[in-house]
């Protein structure tokens, strides 16, 4: 079994910090690209930035320059350094990994169950 779990979330004013990360823990053999997507009310999932095991990055439009994405492969963890943050950031974020868990398996898509962030003065 494999889980994905993700802790930082919160409220935050206008033009503040938060860092969110989350941790693929189970049955882990290999983790290829992971990343953070982003779901507000009334609007369909999108990619806010997602990182590759090499180290590759790509980010949304809207959040390059502001948003950091980082990972620790030691601990299959994913970290999204948020700053100057608007409130559009407002949404609910997901953590996503592309994994497989065993030598000969394939890799599959796994989601994190969702953490609230909202910027709001």
């Known amino acids: 079994q494999v889980q994905l779990v993700e802790s930082g979330g919160g409220l935050v004013q206008p033009g503040g910090s938060l860092r969110l990360s989350c941790a693929a823990s189970g049955t882990v053999f290999r983790v290829n690209d992971m990343g953070w997507y982003r779901q507000a009310p009334g609007k369909e999932r999108e990619l806010v930035a997602v990182?590759?095991?090499?180290?590759?990055?790509t980010y949304a439009d809207s959040v390059k320059g502001r948003f950091t994405i980082s990972r620790d492969g030691t601990k299959n963890m994913v970290l999204l350094e948020m700053n100057r943050m608007v409130a559009e950031d407002t949404a609910v974020y997901y953590c996503?990994?592309?994994?497989?868990?065993?030598?000969?398996?394939?890799?599959?898509?796994?989601w994190g169950q969702g953490t609230q962030v909202t910027v709001s003065s």
């Open positions: 996503n990994a592309d994994l497989r868990k065993s030598r000969y398996g394939r890799f599959e898509d796994y």
């Open positions: 990182i590759g095991s090499n180290g590759g990055t």
